[in-house]
């Protein structure tokens, strides 16, 4: 009954933090941009429509522009400068044409990329105006006009394009952002246990068992089991921080273990079980205590919790044989009998989540 009741108040929180993330995301986005995980889908329905439909559909500039081969002055588009990680989307039916880490400074006045995004959403033609003989470049999808290609690029490619920001919009996107990580530690029973469960984590890069928050320099693990040492089974994660958070492996960790059982985690008891979070930074501080007076004050536990929150000084990785432990070892008795179940708890609360 405890455990049901635990379960509902958990969730219940998570459910309330993720709503209130997504709040924040969205408060935060700046116009005229929206955000999407994945690649923006150009609207196939704007393929083939007349020059009437366009004229008013898009305002007189982007007319100008898009539909009549116009140019916007040098200096004065609203992307030249602009550094956010995302896709610059045809401002007519969002076609995503380029990636902003494809992007660079260039002293054209025009916003400029050395490569297009790949299958065909940029369409090129030879250019005979104004006495000159250039390649335009044009929304593979509604035909609008973008700029031109030249072959000075200054990066690989040796490609630039130079687009009219009238052209464009832009979508905010993490999905090609570089992997950005923190790394946190945590104790909270036998480390097989959590690094299962944490290994399955989308966004964790890696999970290492190992032992912390003792005195004992290299220890072993038979000397880790007596309780002599004074040092945790621990885990440590790296995870990526655009695609899991702090928050998230917080509750993970305190539904995969029990924070009140003062060095003991159900038959596992010493202090080398004790629930310990050992931080690596002030942010990880601030949100675990933050958490654990949120689960005190809404009584998700009937028991105080015991988890200790520690500077972390030193991670001592532990024997071979002890990582990996329950995916080399699914048939051994502990595996089926402790940890089976908490990674089918695990995976029926955060499906979602898994890799
Ligand atoms: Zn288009």
């Avoid at 209130?20 to 995301?25: D, G, P």
């Avoid at 054209?108 to 390649?135: I, N």
């Avoid at 964790?204 to 040492?229: H, I, W």
């Amino acid at each position: 009954m405890r455990t049901i009741k635990f379960l509902f108040s958990l969730i219940i929180l998570i459910t309330v933090g993720l709503s209130a993330c997504a709040q924040k995301t969205n408060s935060n986005t700046s116009t005229p941009t929206a955000f999407s995980d994945s690649m923006p889908k150009a609207d196939t329905s704007l393929a083939a429509k007349s020059s009437n439909f366009w004229r008013e559909r898009l305002t007189e500039e982007q007319y100008r522009i898009l539909r009549e081969k116009g140019t916007e002055s040098p200096f004065t588009g609203e992307w030249l400068m602009h550094k956010d990680t995302g896709y610059y989307t045809c401002v007519a039916c969002n076609n995503p044409l380029f990636r902003s880490d494809r992007k660079f400074d260039s002293d054209c006045g025009w916003p400029s990329f050395d490569e297009e995004v790949a299958g065909g959403k940029v369409k090129t033609q030879m250019d005979y105006s104004h006495g000159m003989s250039r390649l335009e470049i044009l929304c593979g999808n509604c035909g609008g006009h973008l700029g031109h290609l030249f072959d000075d690029g200054p990066t690989s490619t040796g490609k630039r394009y130079c687009v009219n920001s009238v052209s464009l919009n832009f979508v905010k996107s993490n999905a090609f952002k570089v992997a950005e990580t923190d790394t946190i530690t945590l104790g909270g029973g036998c480390f097989w246990c959590l690094e299962a469960v944490f290994e399955k984590l989308k966004g964790v890069v890696s999970v290492e068992s190992g032992y912390s928050g003792g005195l004992v320099a290299n220890p072993t693990y038979k000397e880790v089991c007596t309780g002599s040492t004074n040092h945790a089974e621990v885990i440590q994660i790296v995870y990526d921080v655009h695609q899991t958070s702090l928050d998230e492996i917080f509750k993970i960790y305190f539904t995969m273990h029990d924070p009140t059982t003062l060095n003991q985690q159900g038959a596992d008891v010493g202090t080398q079980y004790r629930s310990i979070i050992l931080y690596h930074n002030d942010k990880q501080r601030t949100e675990a205590l933050s958490l654990i007076k949120d689960l005190s004050n809404s009584r998700v536990y009937s028991d105080p919790i015991v988890t200790s929150v520690e500077a972390f000084k030193v991670f001592y990785k532990a024997e071979i044989s002890h990582q990996d432990y329950y995916e080399n070892n699914k048939n051994q008795p502990y595996c089926r009998l402790v940890i089976q179940p908490k990674m089918e708890e695990f995976e029926a609360l955060f499906k979602a989540r898994m890799k």
